[in-house]
Each structure stands twice: as structure tokens, then as C-alpha cells.
């Protein structure tokens, strides 16, 4: 699978988003963070403003809901624009169900974990996914330190779906940065959310192609 890089605006300026927005051209998706104050204690932006992150983005934009009751939720970020959306194991009730909703509508589904959720439970449901968000921070805040113990997490999801033979990508977010690209490439992920150490670069554009080069070299499936 070819390495993707998403850098994540929760770094980004949002008084200059639009800048920051092409600033990013290079990489592969961009990751917006959706917080609610209730699933996480911190608040991001809504439907209006990812609505206009997809109007003017020049890349596909990756969802990241870290909200309550994304069952409700999801299908009005997905009518927004968005590529793909992204909810949690721990919000919502009924993953197939919403899955196959956002599918249906064109937009590809994502399912998240926490550090201290386990991955197998989705094993079951995998084809009802287009890629499995392993969080590498508690969900909250960007610039925290990276997890590496959940690294022994993301290979088993790698090794299941390599064995399966399915087209399911795995994200990691949370402390990736040209340091810790090769660990989690080298544990089978191949999409990596990045936030401030991509819009914390001196050279945003040389900073993607670094991670991504990092990665690509560790790769492991
Ligand atoms: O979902 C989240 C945080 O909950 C992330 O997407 C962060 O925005 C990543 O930021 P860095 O750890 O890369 O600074
Ligand atoms: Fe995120």
C-alpha cells in the first residue's frame, strides 16, 4: 500500500486556513478533527466550516469525529464534502448500520479506537470499512506524546487484514512526526495523521515529504 500523509488542521492557523489549506497541497489527504466538548474535553469546528474546508481544499478531506452520538451526526458531515468520515468505537451504537449509511452515500467509513480499546471486536465487521483509526494519543489535543505501546495493536489489525486479503487502510493519529513515521509504518499502518509537526515545520512541504519518505522506507504489511 503506498504511505498517505494527512496532516491534521487542529495545528493549522484557523484565522489563515485557507493558506494553510494549500500549504499542505502536497500530501495526500487533510485531517479535520471534529470535537464536541462532550466526547472529548475540547471543541473544534461544525458542519458550516467543514463545509467550506471541502469547497476550497485541494485535497480529499478525512473526518475525524470525536463527538457523542455520531449515529445522528456522521451522514451530515458526509453531505458537507468529506471523503471520508471517521467515528468512534466508544459513540456509537450501530458501526454496520452507519457504515454502510455513509457508504451509500458515497463517502468512505472509517472506525476509530482509543488507546485502551481493543481492536479485535471490529475484526468481524472489517469489510464494512474503508480504513481503522488507531489512536497513539487519547483523543483531545494535538501535540501530545506519541504511544508506541499501541503499535503491538496495529500489527494485529495488519496481519488480519492482510490474511483476509481486504482493502482496509490503517490510520494512526496522535505524535506522528518524522521521528515516529517509521515505527508505525514498520507495524503495517499506511495513512499518517500529522499535526504539529507538520504545521510546525519551517518547510511544511519538505516536512510531508520527509515523514512520507520515513514511512515509506519502513514499511511493512
Ligand atoms: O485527533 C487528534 C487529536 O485528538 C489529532 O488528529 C491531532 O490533531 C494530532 O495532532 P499531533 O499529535 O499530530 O500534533
Ligand atoms: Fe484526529
Not at 473526518?63 to 452520538?69: A, N
Not at 451504537?93 to 468512505?108: E, F, N, T
Request: aromatic letters at 6%; proline letters at 5%.
Amino acid at each position: 500500500m503506498d504511505i498517505r500523509i494527512a496532516p491534521s488542521i487542529l495545528s493549522a492557523d484557523f484565522c489563515n486556513l485557507e493558506r494553510d489549506l494549500q500549504a499542505i497541497a502536497n500530501a495526500d489527504l487533510v485531517h479535520v478533527d471534529v470535537m464536541d466538548h462532550h466526547f472529548v474535553p475540547n471543541l473544534t469546528l461544525g458542519e458550516p466550516i467543514v463545509k467550506r474546508i471541502c469547497e476550497v481544499s485541494p485535497l480529499p478531506v478525512d473526518v475525524h469525529l470525536m463527538i457523542e452520538d455520531p449515529d445522528r451526526w456522521a451522514p451530515e458531515f458526509a453531505r458537507c464534502g468529506a471523503d471520508s468520515v471517521t467515528f468512534h468505537m466508544g459513540a456509537t451504537h450501530a458501526p454496520v448500520r452507519l457504515a454502510r449509511q455513509l457508504r451509500d452515500m458515497g463517502v468512505k467509513a472509517c472506525f476509530a479506537v482509543r488507546p485502551a480499546e481493543p481492536v479485535e471486536p471490529i475484526f468481524d465487521i472489517l469489510d464494512e470499512f474503508d480504513m481503522v483509526l488507531i489512536m497513539t494519543v487519547e483523543p483531545g489535543f494535538g501535540g501530545q506524546k506519541f504511544l508506541a505501546n499501541q503499535m503491538a495493536k496495529t500489527r494485529r489489525l495488519r496481519d488480519e487484514i492482510t490474511r483476509r486479503g481486504l482493502d482496509v487502510h490503517i490510520q494512526v493519529d496522535g505524535g506522528v512526526s518524522r521521528s515516529t513515521a517509521a515505527i508505525v509504518a514498520e507495524a503495517g499502518a499506511d495513512t499518517l495523521v500529522a499535526g504539529s509537526a507538520v504545521y510546525g515545520a519551517d518547510d511544511i512541504a519538505a516536512e510531508i515529504d520527509l515523514i512520507r519518505n520515513n514511512a515509506a522506507a519502513a514499511y511493512r504489511n
